[in-house]
């Protein structure tokens, strides 16, 4: 058969899929997912496409060159069989298990019911929690089955007779598990992902391949050199500034701790956020979180009118609701969990002077006197101005805090970490130095590039020390987050921003001497993703990770994930570039491009793998055509006719490639950044 007829077809079959996968996810968004699944995902047309796909690509494989270009064609082969197994043989469903009941049978997804392998019986439910903290770390059922005690937990599933039981949710007594038989198609799916991981990685050993040939052409002497060259106050001025305590007093209630976001964290964290949800800062004029809102608590009348920031667009909205709302919480009392009790068992609750305080707190006076009266003695000795004795009493408070919940409070070293971390938060000023000097150095290159010289070694350097103390930057703020949230920071946007910047900061520094075209590059995607970090849209506090994201595969999806679209977003720079400048220079800056698309595109398919192994693990299925899983999956389809660029017509022309390369961008974009604000799924939260 005709060489290029297959790729037409096969090429061209794959085209199709693509757009009936962004018109699926848009279909879910407007009218459900039953009516994306019927209409696509399940249509025989779409499996047929599919196999149209991998028949080509079976086909082409004995005009291919190299044992690992090879396997990984035939692993893709391999797991589009496995995905239809698992169509045609699996089963899911959901079982409840009431505690103390024996049940015989699950239910469908159809609603049908099934007899269960065996009899299950719960014998209870624990919910673990992380210490000092009433936030969830793990749901755990014990269950009875033929005999056996098995424990299914969060990351923790139970076999029995082929069927895999997860923890799904619980209720009052009774404990929600999902179900998945899948004889035969995750058996195949990861054989084709272990057999693609291989190829993967033996390609770029393999003689002869496209990304070795254009490695080769760019490191000759003569083309290295060819490319080398190649809320506003203004308001309030006529009026009274608002009261607030000296900042020595104000700085004594920073040494608190308190209960907020459902962990145990000095009060100056909570005085943090409030102060930047209602202002857009982390102070307010001349004064301090800490300055800011204990004076909303003792002088709530003089802040009352000051008015927060907000858009236009969101007055009267409850996004201005939400703001007024947490500075009536702190000046009510109510945001102020400073008062640890400790229970019989030894756990500790907090709470506010407000709460309704347990019955061994009642019993004794003197305590209850304490947590219900202090914050008034306080007050008191604000209005007299009495400075020194509202110290005092704070420090009452600290040492109270200290007596009762000692165990569960964080370390000094902790605390000064997080103090350090909260002063490093939003990175305003690198993100701004970053975009400019990756703007002029683009544009510097442009220059260069077009006359046929090389950037100035001065330059280089002075920018690649610039992009070494911008690494160290990022470097201290995520191991800060780190070591504070006790958890690696791969999840939640601020998180996986900064990564990402860290990434394109490392990747700099690695790479600036061979490579001097990636300094803009990096600066610029760098200063991009600390831009959307610093964005009030994206949450910077550090919360407990949910049970189920507490896997050591999260950790090198996330990862594999961002340093792909690190890469590609370099890819992008370049194709931008490669339009503007002469042919010669486009040229080399394609090879550029293909270097770092090999190792960029491969990290995408390894990063979405990896995350369908961990939704198998963690909830029974490899893929459920989530809007974020079809728009990654997508991505990779879109980039691969990119990879294909020497083998295919429309992409030879430097210009052309150049062109398709920032133009595939836009589906990083929608991935990470569309579907989460607008197409929703399972992983909007990422």
Known sequence: MNKFFLQVIGFGTMAVNILLMMAATILEKLYGSYTAFSWVYHNPVFFALWAVTAVCGLYSLRSMKGLFTKLIHVAFTLILAGAFLTHLTGEEGHVRLPKGETVLTWIKEDGSEKALPCPLELERFEIERYSGSEAAANYKSFVEADGRQLE???????????????QSRFEENASILSINHDPWGIGVTYTGY???????????????????????????????????AVPSVKGMAAQEAPRVLPKEVADAFGELYVYYNDRVCPFET????????????SHWNEYDALQVVTGWLFYYDWWKDVPFKVKAKDRGTPREAEKSY?????????????????????????????????????????????????????????????????????????????????????????????????RLMRPMVPFMLAITLGLILFVLLGIRLSKGKELPYGVSKASALIAFLLLLYLTLTLGLR?????????????????????????????????????????????????????????????????????????????????????????????GILGLVVPVRAAIRLRDMSMVILFPAVFLLIIGTFLGAVWANISWGTYWSWDPKETWALITFLVYSYALHGDHLR??????????????????????????????????AYA
Request: aromatic residues 14%; positive net charge; glycine residues 8%.
């Open 152 to 166: 299914i937990s969060m990351n923790h599933i139970a076999r029995i007779g082929g069927y895999r039981f997860f």
């Open 194 to 228: 272990f057999l693609l991981l291989m190829g993967l990685i033996g390609y770029f050993f393999q003689k002869g391949t496209s990304f070795r040939r254009h490695l080769g052409r760019l490191l000759k002497p003569a083309a290295l050199l060819l490319f080398l």
């Open 270 to 281: 909570m005085a943090r956020d409030y102060t930047l949800k209602a202002y857009g800062k």
């Open 326 to 422: 947490i500075v009536q919480q702190v000046a009510s009392g109510d945001a102020w969990k400073l008062y640890p009790v400790a229970d019989s068992t030894g756990h500790v609750r907090w709470y506010n002077s407000n709460e309704m305080l347990p019955q061994e707190v009642v019993e004794d006076y003197d305590r209850w006197v304490f947590i219900r009266k202090v914050m008034d003695v306080v007050e008191r000795s604000v209005r007299a101005e009495d400075w020194a004795e509202v110290t005092r009493i704070v420090e009452k408070i600290g040492a109270y805090q200290q007596k009762e919940a000692s165990a569960v409070l964080p370390s000094p070293v902790k605390v000064r970490a997080e103090k350090l971390y909260n």
């Open 482 to 574: 780190w070591y504070v949230s006790g958890h690696a920071p791969f999840a939640g946007s601020y998180s996986v921003m900064m990564l990402m910047a860290w990434l394109s900061a490392l990747g700099t520094c690695l790479l600036w001497k061979r490579f001097p075209m990636v300094l803009p590059m990096g600066f610029l995607i760098g200063g991009f993703t600390m831009l959307m970090a610093s964005m009030q849209g994206a949450n910077p506090q550090i919360t407990h990770l949910m049970p189920v994201l507490q896997s050591p595969l999260l950790s090198l999806h996330v990862l594999s994930m961002m340093l792909s679209y690190t890469l590609l977003g370099m890819v992008a720079f370049t």
């Open 650 to 683: 429309f992409l030879r022309h430097p210009r052309t490639f150049h062109a398709f390369c920032a133009a595939a961008f836009l589906m990083v974009l929608i991935t990470y950044f569309g579907v989460n604000l607008i197409l929703g799924g399972m992983h």
